[in-house]
């Protein structure tokens, strides 16, 4: 059990003790100051007890007294109760922890763990990879973690907008401008080009030879099938290392065009439920959604072909049948939460799924690459990186790695290699940590400038605080051990500190509760700040050693929680930089 929940447990079971409320209630009306050096925990007693059987606060705390191994004091204001934790085995007990769990250290195990299916990143292919796919890509990778923190089992889907007459029409194109050995170069890029050449030049011919050209694609042609599945994975495998830049796999790689097998069935389930009704005018089969103030959205149209809502139900049937998915997360901006209750609604009236989750997030401002507006992944990572090159030139940083080289995975990279490679992480650090640091339904600015900077709450913040940590531990060469004088720890900033590192377990649950990253991301800041002014003021080159190590294991433990913290965000932590 982590530390805070057993110091909780202690207050839990002394109250209920020495009172009339259970220790389940206590526990659940515990909660953690703002300002944790006083005290650790308080409880508010109207929310123990009811109203005519208020105790009086003072009386209270001196029954609760100060023999208790594990709370230092007690003490009353209004109608709180205050508790302070005895420091040296508080400090004892989480930087053991952290040091038997290192990197597990705040994950979680399940009884009985769920299945869950998120379904993120879903750029379209031949179109652009636009702000909400980024936030899409980079919110949804933080679910995924979070959800297989907590011990559960994850599923992740990239399901493409691969399917569609707009890719009648792209295959028309290649046909007209295709060229095999740009495609091969760069699929990405090559096929939008394409695209935006067949769109620009679309007049009724053009447009008869795409329809034309779906409609074999969806009677399953095996030509035009071959065809279009060739362009779609070569697009897949150059998604690939860029997604990688991001520390993100996907488990699958699904897409719209995988509906088709699945859809009689929705139909059928529609048609048995009697949710269809044919629109009199138009021909088309709606669902009637009226009555929950969703309106009427068509699942068929009149020519017999499905649409976007159509395609989602039937691969919603699919992953049922494939995964048996607790629960399913779809992570997609503001802008489609509309549609989104439309889906969720007929989903429960089909009964396909029992949970459903909307993860929404807001829009991104001014997002842009140097020279134009159009952006690829590639392209704001690449502008990221360069950036950072830029500001490690100018503090110097930059002749450093050159010379020492930097570590990755098991390999030693030099020069010009190492720098590339320390600032295409940073950026990425950058460009995540600006993605995740405020509540996701809200929009925010796009700045290199800013979330490159050192300073401020920044990724780059984040990972210069874990690899001067490191720095300390190479240079000093102070053996890491739990085996220390803890008594000798203090000091208010290594109090501090430690309360910080025993709320991780805490936080990790609270953030996948709301599955709100910035509850993660706002507490590494806090942990981070924390660590530098204990870096500051406790020093340890030079130190006798048996406080040398005493420190250096707080040190280390700070470091390896905001280790562990930023691999959940998908940043991975670097020793060197
Ligand atoms: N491809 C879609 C878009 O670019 C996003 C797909 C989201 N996922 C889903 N199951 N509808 O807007």
């Excluded at 929940?5 to 259970?22: D, G, M, P, T």
């Excluded at 011990?151 to 009648?168: A, C, E, S, V």
């Excluded at 065809?227 to 150059?238: A, G, M, N, T």
């Excluded at 000091?491 to 936080?507: G, H, M, R, T, W």
Aim: with cysteine; aromatic share 8%.
């Amino acid at each position: 059990m982590n530390v805070a929940a057993q110091f909780r447990k202690a207050i839990a079971r002394r109250l209920a003790h020495i009172s009339s409320c259970s220790e389940a209630e206590v526990l659940a009306a515990l909660g953690t100051p703002k300002t944790s050096l006083m005290h650790q925990f308080n409880i508010p007693l109207p929310r123990v007890f009811p109203k005519d059987r208020l105790p009086d606060a003072r009386d209270l705390a001196d029954k609760f007294g100060s023999c208790d191994p594990l709370i230092a004091d007690v003490s009353a204001t209004g109608k709180f109760l205050n508790f302070g934790v005895r420091r040296t085995e508080y400090i004892k007990q989480t930087l053991q922890q952290v040091y038997q769990e290192k990197s597990s250290y705040g994950c979680h195990t399940q009884n009985v763990p769920q299945t869950v299916v998120i379904d993120y990143s879903s750029p379209n292919i031949a179109k652009p990879f636009h702000a909400g796919h980024l936030r899409s890509t980079i919110i949804g990778n933080f679910v995924k973690r979070i959800n297989e923190a907590m011990g559960h089992r994850t599923i992740g889907i990239n399901y493409l907008g691969d399917w569609g007459k707009q890719y009648g029409l792209l295959s028309v194109g290649f046909e007209k401008y295709g060229n095999e050995e740009e495609l091969q170069k760069d699929p990405i890029h090559h096929l939008f080009q394409v695209y935006v050449r067949i769109n620009s030049e679309k007049d009724e011919l053009v447009e008869q030879q795409a329809n034309a050209y779906f409609k074999r694609m969806e009677e399953g042609d095996p030509q035009a099938l071959a065809q279009w599945r060739r362009l779609r994975e070569l697009s897949i495998q150059s998604y690939g290392p860029t997604y990688q830049r991001l520390g993100i796999e996907f488990d699958r790689y699904s897409g719209e065009s995988e509906a088709e097998p699945y859809l009689d069935r929705v139909y059928d389930m529609l048609q048995q439920r009697d949710l269809i009704t044919v629109d009199t005018e138009t021909g088309a089969w709606c669902v009637d959604l009226e009555e929950e103030n969703l309106g009427r959205p068509i699942v068929r149209r009149a020519d017999g072909t499905t649409l976007y809502l159509t395609r989602d139900l039937a691969i919603m049937l699919q992953r049922m049948e494939q995964y048996n998915f607790d629960t399913g997360i779809y992570v997609i901006g503001n802008d489609q939460g509309h549609y989104l209750q439309r889906l969720f609604c007929i989903a429960q009236k089909l009964d396909i799924a029992s949970q459903l989750k909307h993860v929404s997030f807001g829009k991104v401002n001014g997002m842009s690459t140097r020279k134009g507006t159009v952006v690829f992944l590639d392209d704001i990572l690449n502008t990221a990186q360069e950036q950072m090159e830029k500001n490690m030139r100018e503090s110097g940083k930059y002749d450093e790695l050159m010379e020492t080289g930097v570590e990755k995975g098991n390999e030693r990279l030099l020069g010009s290699e190492a720098v590339d490679t320390v600032a295409d992480q940073l950026g990425a650090s950058a460009v995540i940590v600006q993605d995740l640091a405020s509540r996701r339904v809200l929009n925010y600015d796009f700045s290199y400038d800013r979330m490159t900077t050192a300073r401020g709450y920044t990724g780059v913040f984040l990972q210069y605080t874990h690899a001067r940590i490191c720095g300390i531990e190479r240079r000093t060469g102070v053996p890491i051990t739990s085996d220390c004088d803890f008594s000798l720890l203090n000091e208010k900033e290594a109090f501090e500190l430690s309360v910080l590192i025993s709320q991780y377990p805490d936080i990790v649950e609270l953030s996948w509760r709301q599955l709100e990253p910035c509850t993660l991301v706002q507490y590494l800041f806090k942990l981070a700040h924390s660590a530098s002014q204990a870096n500051a003021k406790l020093r340890i080159k030079d130190m006798d050693p048996k406080l040398a190590e005493a420190r250096m294991l707080l040190l280390w433990s700070a470091k390896t929680t905001l280790a562990n913290g930023l691999r959940l965000i998908g940043v991975e932590p670097l020793e060197r930089m």
